[in-house]
């Protein structure tokens, strides 16, 4: 059934489209574009709120433009931290069923707090190492704090170490292996080397591990790298 609250989403995307179209042949001034951004903005916050996973893939198509455009504004940073917790520390349910877990839309929820690049992206990421179970959503964590690259008395690489050793002990990933490798390999260069024994820990691991030989190769490589710097 066509609800009220999806006919009022289409009718304010309709406004931004046809607003858009008006202000092609002219420039906006400040207080058009504030207003535009405030509707946008609005829009993507309802729609992100929905209870269907086709509306929150709305949400998610229109964050990922905004963040193409440069957009860093903290409200889109908020919408996707919401994101990344539904189905693990917000859970929806009825009749003792979990109805707001999808792992898809929290996958891609980090992956655009990556492309945001800001600290509180970085901290929301913090939390979804810290709470998340489903390796998919994992790994792209791990790379968007690659991305990233912020590492501040490295607690980014002490979260990515801790995930790694817990899915090693338990059910040793290639994927996530690579994406941890890739990570520390982004932070390090960016930071001229990794003074992090967790991360040279976990890179030992993954060198000596359950994983395939490129994989193993990799972090043997990586290691070496890390020898390199501040020589």
Same mark, same amino acid.
């Given at each position: ?26 420039? !906006?001034?400040? /207080? #058009?574009?504030? *207003?535009?951004?405030?509707?946008? $903005?609005?829009?993507?916050? @309802? ?68 492309? !945001?690049?800001? /600290? #509180?992206?970085? *901290?929301?990421?913090?939390?979804? $190492?810290?709470?998340?179970? @489903? ?72 060198? #000596? ?23």
């Amino acid at each position: 059934m066509f609800s009220l609250k999806r006919f009022s989403i289409l009718f304010l995307m309709a406004l931004i489209l046809v607003s858009t179209a008006v202000t092609q042949s002219r420039d !906006m001034t400040i /207080e #058009e574009s504030y *207003l535009q951004e405030s509707m946008e $903005l609005m829009i993507i916050r @309802e729609t992100a709120r929905s209870t269907t996973r086709e509306q929150k893939l709305i949400a998610i198509e229109f964050m990922s433009e905004a963040i193409g455009r440069g957009s860093t504004n903290d409200e889109i940073r908020q919408t996707l931290d919401f994101l990344s917790r539904e189905g693990r520390r917000s859970v929806a349910r009825e009749n003792n069923r979990v109805v707001n877990n999808f792992p898809d839309i929290r996958r891609q929820s980090a992956r655009l707090l990556g492309q !945001m690049g800001t /600290e #509180e992206a970085r *901290l929301s990421l913090i939390e979804v $190492l810290q709470y998340e179970n @489903e390796p998919m959503v994992l790994q792209e964590a791990i790379k968007a704090l690659g991305d990233i690259g912020m590492n501040d008395n490295n607690e980014t690489v002490i979260h990515i170490a801790w995930v790694m050793n817990r899915f090693s002990n338990l059910n040793p990933d290639n994927l996530m292996a690579l994406a941890t490798i890739d990570a520390f390999e982004k932070i390090a260069r960016r930071s001229n080397g990794l003074n992090s024994p967790e991360a040279v820990r976990c890179l030992v691991m993954i060198s #000596e591990g359950q994983y395939i030989t490129p994989v193993r190769d990799r972090a043997r490589q990586l290691l070496a790298e890390l020898r390199t710097f501040g020589m």
